[in-house]
């Protein structure tokens, strides 16, 4: 059998968010819109902080199940920017597992334009929520 590839862990994010925003039941689902407000990042090749300009468009299907779809940035200390884009369901024991894409034109982050990156998104106290990514 081949080698199954390993995960490398990125970074923690405490990301803040603000009041959720209801659209009601559509033709996707009931939609709703969260938020990112702010918060912080912090891994072994990357930490800074989380712009506030971003949400999460997510939708719960007619299964019941949450779907996010957000779009953010983070702002790393080093002063690149980094777009994420985030998706994934909701377990049946509450955490989310993501599928996250970055882009960014910084030289010290490009090799995030390439790689395949996973998250688990737990709730967090109140206004925010932790990702672990690898």
Do not use: C
Not at 38 to 59: E, R, S, Y
């Amino acid at each position: 059998a081949p080698n199954a590839p390993r995960l490398t862990y990125l970074y923690t994010a405490n990301v803040t968010l603000g009041p959720t925003i209801q659209y009601g039941d559509g033709p996707k689902g009931n939609r709703v819109a969260i938020p990112i407000i702010g918060g912080t990042f912090d891994g072994p090749k990357m930490k800074g902080t989380i712009i506030n300009l971003g949400a999460d468009w997510g939708v719960t299907d007619n299964f019941g199940v949450f779907n996010p779809d957000t779009r953010y940035g983070f702002k790393t200390d080093d002063g690149a920017n980094i777009y994420l884009q985030t998706s994934g369901p909701q377990k049946q024991d509450g955490l989310l597992h993501l599928r996250l894409l970055f882009e960014t034109g910084n030289a010290n982050y490009t090799w995030l334009n390439e790689i395949v990156a996973v998250g688990v998104l737990k709730g967090g106290a109140g206004s925010y929520v932790v990702i672990d990514a690898w």
